[in-house]
C-alpha cells in the first residue's frame, strides 16, 4: 500500500509541471497564415477561441492610409469557442494532481480523472491541426469587396462557356497561395497530453496490481534452528 501511494504521488507530481507548460503554451502562437511564402499573422490557442490574429511585422508596416482604411472593416477569423477547453484541460490537470498529491483520493479516481482530461486535450490540439484560414479568407474577401465595374468580364474574354471555368481556376489559384501552418507549440502540447495520458493509465492499474516492489517478492523462510547433538552422559554413569 505504501508503494502505491509513493508511486501515485510521484505521477501527480510529474503532471503538475506539465499542466503549467500546457497552459503556458495555450497562449503562445498554435498556427501561422502565409501567402506565397510570407507570414500574415499568427494565431495563438486563446485567439483561435475567440477569433482574432496578430498580424506580422509585415503587415503591420502597411501605410498609415491603408490601415485606416481597413480598420474597423477588416473581420478576424471565424470563432471557434470549443477551443476553450484547451484553456480548462491545463487548469483541470492542475488540479487533479494537487489532489493526487494530497493522497485524498484514490489511484483509480486520480487516474480516470487525468486519463480523461488528456483525451480532451487530445482532441483539442488535434482539431487545431485542421484549422485552415484559405476559404474563411476567401469567403471573407468576396463578402468585404465592394462591387467594382470591370471592363471587360471572364465571360466577355474567354466566353460564355469558358468565363466561369476561368474564374474559378483565378480563385482556386489564390487559395492554393494562401497557407495555414501548425507550429511546434501544438505538437509539444500533443506530446504532453499523451505522457498525462499514459501516467493517467498506470495510476488506474495500480488499482488492479495487488502487489508493487516490495510485496510482489516473497519474504524468504525462516532458517532452521540448528540441531544440538545431545551432551555426552557423565563418567560415573558410563563406569555403572
Known amino acids: 500500500m505504501k508503494s502505491k501511494n509513493t508511486l501515485q504521488r510521484v505521477l501527480s507530481g510529474l503532471a503538475s509541471p506539465i499542466g503549467l507548460v500546457l497552459l503556458i503554451l495555450f497562449f503562445l502562437p498554435w498556427t ?11 494565431a495563438t490557442g486563446w ?7 496578430s498580424d506580422s511585422e509585415r503587415m503591420q508596416e502597411m501605410s498609415p492610409d491603408e490601415s485606416a482604411a481597413e480598420e474597423g472593416d477588416e473581420q478576424g477569423p471565424d470563432a471557434r469557442p470549443w477551443f476553450i477547453l484547451g484553456l480548462l ?10 489532489l493526487g498529491l494530497s493522497g ?13 482530461t488528456a483525451v480532451v486535450g487530445v482532441i483539442v490540439v488535434i482539431a487545431a491541426t485542421q484549422v485552415d484560414y484559405a476559404d474563411e479568407m476567401m469567403e471573407q474577401q468576396q463578402a468585404e469587396s465592394p462591387p467594382v465595374v470591370q471592363p471587360e468580364e471572364p465571360a466577355d474574354t474567354f466566353g460564355p462557356e469558358l468565363g466561369p ?11 492554393a497561395m494562401i497557407e495555414t501552418e501548425t ?11 499523451i505522457v498525462l495520458l499514459l501516467s493517467g493509465l498506470a495510476m488506474m492499474l495500480l488499482r488492479f496490481v495487488p502487489q508493487l516492489v516490495g510485496q510482489a517478492t516473497p519474504a524468504a523462510p525462516a532458517a532452521a534452528a540448528p540441531v ?4 555426552p552422559a557423565p563418567q560415573a554413569e558410563r563406569d555403572a
Open 32 to 42: 501561422k497564415l502565409s501567402c506565397a511564402g510570407e507570414t500574415l499573422g499568427t
Open 47 to 53: 485567439q483561435l477561441t475567440v477569433g482574432e490574429m
Open 89 to 98: 484541460a491545463p487548469i483541470g490537470v492542475l488540479l487533479i494532481s494537487f
Open 104 to 116: 485524498k483520493t484514490s489511484s483509480l479516481s486520480t487516474g480516470s480523472l487525468l486519463g480523461l
Open 165 to 175: 471555368f476561368m474564374e474559378e481556376a483565378s480563385q482556386g489559384k489564390m487559395a
Open 183 to 193: 507550429l511546434v507549440s501544438v505538437w509539444f502540447s500533443l506530446a504532453l497530453y
Open 228 to 231: 544440538t547433538p545431545p551432551a
